[in-house]
């Protein structure tokens, strides 16, 4: 954490040409910087949009948590489009999930769902 905020964030310096700010419930706040950035721009940055962050934050506290598992097993429920849903678990070299509607879901949402 830099200067005066009421927030503690992580730097990352990549290749890259701008400064972004992320902010999620599990990571807190990142920022990611071009190499070479002087922490003092960044963090004039960070000052910048410190209201936007603290705000960001303030809405994460009214989130209900639904998934605080860090890994799933056979025959665990997971809520997903408004139903319950039993896991039935497979060895595969590919992330992805079947209904049993015969509606496979790719790997964008079953890396959140099944790790």
Known sequence: ???NHDFRYRII?????????IVSPDNG??????NRTPVRSIDRFVSEKSEWIN????????L??????????????????????KLKL?????????LGTGILLKQ??????IL
């Open 90 to 98: 497979f060895q595969s070299d590919d992330y992805s999930v079947r």
């Open 13 to 21: 310096f990549s290749r890259r040409r701008t400064i972004s700010i």
């Open 29 to 34: 706040v990142v920022v990611k910087a071009p």
């Open 55 to 62: 705000r960001t934050l303030k809405k994460f506290d009214s």
């Open 64 to 85: 209900v948590r639904i998934d605080d598992q860090k890994g799933y097993s056979d025959g665990d429920s997971i809520f997903l489009f408004g139903r319950d849903h």
């Open 1 to 3: 954490m830099q200067g």
């Open 108 to 113: 964008v949402i079953i890396k959140t769902i």
